[in-house]
């Protein structure tokens, strides 16, 4: 019997970074994946910015910018009738009011964000980059580490659950022989078929099935050179036959995902279509895929867990599924080691499910509002759209108009990547009504449970840069009181992970609101004050899930 102290089933996406992450904070692990090489199919494509600035506190940012969309292209999506049509609307730099985020290149924006210093940016702009070319970085990051076994072409094949962890029968689909590990914990990072959701027989939520679509992964040289600016990251093609998008994958060596609405069986006849006249092109895949809107109704046990696409399922739209599939396992590392280490209480790994259901659920109902304005704007296309007459010249400028009243949301919703909040037990709430929050723009806060606003210190130093593996009290101001000493007292008899950091800056202690800020270790903010209580264990002890106090 092999021993280990998580056993992950499934190395896509949250797989991988839920790995990395363990042997970041020394926890062995065992990472399976069933087949032997990463997917290499091109499914997401965007890692919003609360993804990017946790690729950058895994330290694999660079790597992953390397691969995705060159930083210095602007991320412009375009609506055209057909490939070879003049676009009827582009989105690119200067069409948003929000300075800076939508449509505008990395390059462009780590010029200018020292400039917006003022805690409504991200640290890191979006990364444009195809799951196929993703998935290997992130494995040679996973296998760097020694606590990662990483486990390619072995299957995950059954598991029995115990009050100490689970036991796990794998198959090696090389020898074909099956062996047992026995784990603390099991978490399915095993996809939208999830074996082990299956076997914990946990229902899926929501909408199955509300619609079917039609990818190709393809390479075309005719395709690059239809825009004379170069291929747009999004190209949205719409007729009165069919409605598609063009996805460009690395912008320059003529790859793209051809995503159709509907069930089309002729590949070379819907083509045609989406392209408007004969394109030169050579597929490589062709895929047929149903729209779900579905969540788990239970994100697991007290020792298997769900995570990604496992526990939720949306359809592309604001990029929902791999980028909370990020803030799952982001969320469930810090708990499985608090656990693991022994500094983690019974019901910190409870709090999981409390703050990323909930999450999982909003998350899956702005998908299917996003699927509804993509498929409203669609279905008002007319066989004129093509006429040069006055009235398909005036059905045209509707649907501009129309296209460009409900489309940006799905590309400018800082504020649902950055503002959500996590509610729990293991959150200490101060009793001030819960601020406002947006889609579109992200409003800072340091009301407990949401994210830490970034800022850049006077030294240049991201504050995010600064904050430890563990938790951070972030000091505002010179202190002296006694009772920071008795806090980190405590965390230490407690062996809690605690770094403090003073910063004497007065714009950040406005910013920030409160003089002390705990901000946990996925950079979310456990509790603030102006004051650290005079019992300091009560409040280490529900932050790390060992009790509960009292509600102000
Ligand atoms: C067309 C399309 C476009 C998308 N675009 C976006 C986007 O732009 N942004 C976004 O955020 N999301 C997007 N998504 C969703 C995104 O692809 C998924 O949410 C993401 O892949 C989820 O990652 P995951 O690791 O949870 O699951 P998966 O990527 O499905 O990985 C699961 C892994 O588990 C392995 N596995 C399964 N069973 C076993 C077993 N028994 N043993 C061992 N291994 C096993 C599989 O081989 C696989 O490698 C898109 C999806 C589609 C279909």
Redesign the pocket.
């Known amino acids: 019997m092999q021993k280990t102290d998580v056993l992950i089933?499934?190395?896509?996406?949250?797989?991988l970074i839920l790995s990395i992450d363990l042997s970041r904070r020394g926890i062995k692990h065992i990472l399976?994946?069933?087949?032997p090489e990463p997917?290499g199919i091109p499914?997401?494509?965007?890692a919003n910015t609360r993804t990017m600035e946790i690729l950058r506190r895994l330290d694999v940012i660079e790597a992953v910018r390397e691969v995705g969309l060159p930083t210095d292209r602007p991320t412009r999506s375009t609506f055209k009738t057909s490939l070879s049509a003049k676009p009827i609307l582009s989105l690119e730099p200067g069409f948003s009011d929000t300075p800076l985020v939508p449509y505008s290149s990395v390059d462009e924006f780590n010029r200018c964000i020292h400039q917006y210093n003022d805690g409504t940016l991200p640290l890191e702009n979006n990364g444009i980059v195809s799951?196929m070319y993703l998935e290997p970085v992130l494995k040679k990051h996973a296998e760097q580490y020694p606590e990662a076994d990483v486990r390619f072409n072995?299957?995950?094949?059954d598991f029995e659950e115990h009050s100490d962890g689970i036991n796990a029968s794998v198959k090696d689909n090389a020898s074909g022989e099956t062996y047992k590990v026995e784990a603390g914990y099991l978490i399915a990072?095993?996809?939208?078929?999830s074996?082990i959701r299956s076997k914990l027989g946990i229902e899926l939520e929501g909408q199955r099935q509300i619609g079917e679509?039609t990818?190709y992964f393809l390479k075309s040289e005719d395709i690059t050179n239809a825009d004379p600016l170069g291929p747009p990251w999004h190209c949205w093609l719409t007729n009165p036959e069919l409605a598609s998008i063009v996805i460009s994958l690395n912008f320059e060596k003529d790859y793209f995902?051809v995503?159709v609405f509907g069930c089309h069986e002729n590949a070379e006849e819907t083509l045609l279509k989406v392209f408007g006249k004969p394109f030169e092109y050579e597929l490589f895949k062709e895929t047929h895929?149903f729209v779900n809107l579905l969540v788990a109704e239970s994100y697991g046990t007290e020792r298997v867990f769900l995570?990604?696409?496992?526990a939720h399922q949306?359809f592309?739209t604001y990029?929902?599924?791999?980028?909370?599939?990020v803030l799952d396992v982001t969320n469930l590392a810090w708990k499985l080691a608090a656990r693991i280490q022994g500094w983690g209480g019974d019901t910190l790994l409870a709090s999981y499910e409390q703050e990323q259901l909930s999450l999982g659920k909003t998350r899956r109902d702005y998908s299917g509002k996003g699927a509804q304005m993509v498929m409203t704007w669609q279905s008002m296309v007319k066989p004129d759209i093509f006429s040069n007459s006055g009235a398909g010249e005036q059905h045209r400028q509707e649907l501009v108009q129309t296209i460009a009243a409900t489309h940006p949301p799905l590309y400018e919703s800082l504020g649902l990547e950055l503002g959500f909040r996590y509610k729990s037990d293991v959150v200490i709430t101060d009793g001030s009504p819960e601020p406002l929050s947006e889609e579109k723009d992200y409003l800072p806060t340091t009301w407990p449970g949401s994210r830490l606003p970034h800022v850049f210190l006077e030294n240049g130093d991201a504050i995010f840069d600064r904050l430890g593996l563990g938790f951070t009290l972030i000091i505002n101001g010179e202190d002296s009181d006694p009772t920071v000493k008795q806090f980190i007292n405590a965390a230490v008899l407690k062996k809690v992970p605690l770094k403090t950091l003073t910063i004497d800056e007065a714009w950040i202690h406005e910013l920030y609101e409160k003089k002390y800020i705990l901000v946990r270790p996925d950079q979310h903010i456990a509790w603030r004050g102006d004051a650290i209580p005079a019992t300091p264990d009560d409040l280490l002890n529900q932050v790390v899930g060992k009790n509960r106090l009292s509600k102000p």
């Open positions: 089933s499934g190395a896509g996406p949250a797989g399976l994946n069933d087949r997917s499914k997401l494509d965007i799951q072995h299957s995950f094949v990072c095993d996809g939208a078929q074996q679509m990818s995902n995503h895929w995570a990604g696409d496992s949306y592309p990029g929902f599924g791999y980028n909370t599939a």
